[in-house]
């Protein structure tokens, strides 16, 4: 890979804008394609949680949830607007295990370098309870691009189904 990137100075850099422009959101459809997998109350992790908006969604709607993010500026931001303790961590940090009913990574792990992908998933997975699931979202194509600084991972549908098959023999 030439091109130069800095994903995490990116958002560290531009926090409050993001969030700003984020922030305000309706993913009402995705919440309740999610949700309804989920029994009330459940433990949720917001993997790569940004400015916060899906954690308060979540947390007003009386789920506990823990929110995580590799940014130190949007940890700062999150954590003030859920009025909670956000975690500033990489994914390749998670180590937690049968921890997890849900794991929300909404345009979080679209940054993961395709190469890093499979060990992130295998984390995430590792940190669901039995029958947990995991909402994730990515920019659809191949390949990769490098926008305003960050990386992003383009998948197929057919890519990503292989990569949690694949994933599903060994874990």
Same mark, same amino acid.
């Given at each position: 890979?030439?091109?130069?990137?800095?994903?995490?100075?990116?958002?560290?850099?531009?926090?409050?804008?993001?969030?700003?422009?984020?922030?305000?959101?309706?993913?009402?459809?995705?919440?309740?394609?999610?949700?309804?997998?989920?029994?009330?109350?459940?433990? /949720? #992790?917001?993997?790569?949680?940004?400015?916060?908006?899906?954690?308060?969604?979540?947390?007003? %709607?009386?789920? =506990? !949830?823990?929110?995580?993010?590799?940014?130190?500026?949007?940890?700062?931001?999150?954590?003030?607007?859920?009025?909670?303790?956000?975690?500033?961590?990489?994914?390749?940090?998670?180590?937690?295990?049968?921890?997890?009913?849900?794991?929300?990574?909404?345009?979080? /792990? #679209?940054?993961?370098?395709?190469?890093?992908?499979?060990?992130?998933?295998?984390?995430?997975? %590792?940190?669901? =309870? !039995?029958?947990?699931?995991?909402?994730?979202?990515?920019?659809?194509?191949?390949?990769?691009?490098?926008?305003?600084?960050?990386?992003?991972?383009?998948?197929?549908?057919?890519?990503?189904?292989?990569?949690?098959?694949?994933?599903?023999?060994?874990?």
């Amino acid at each position: 890979m030439s091109e130069k990137y800095n994903t995490l100075g990116y958002y560290n850099e531009n926090a409050k804008k993001y969030c700003e422009q984020t922030i305000v959101g309706n993913l009402q459809e995705n919440y309740d394609k999610f949700l309804k997998h989920l029994p009330k109350g459940a433990n /949720i #992790l917001d993997f790569g949680c940004g400015s916060g908006r899906d954690s308060k969604y979540f947390i007003n %709607n009386g789920y =506990k !949830v823990k929110a995580i993010d590799g940014s130190a500026e949007m940890c700062k931001f999150a954590s003030k607007y859920i009025n909670q303790v956000v975690d500033c961590m990489k994914f390749d940090e998670l180590d937690d295990i049968n921890t997890y009913d849900g794991i929300w990574a909404c345009s979080s /792990i #679209l940054h993961v370098e395709k190469e890093n992908l499979p060990n992130v998933l295998i984390k995430m997975i %590792n940190a669901l =309870k !039995v029958n947990g699931i995991i909402y994730t979202s990515f920019k659809i194509g191949t390949g990769y691009e490098i926008k305003e600084g960050k990386y992003y991972n383009y998948l197929t549908e057919e890519e990503m189904l292989q990569t949690f098959n694949e994933l599903s023999k060994n874990v």
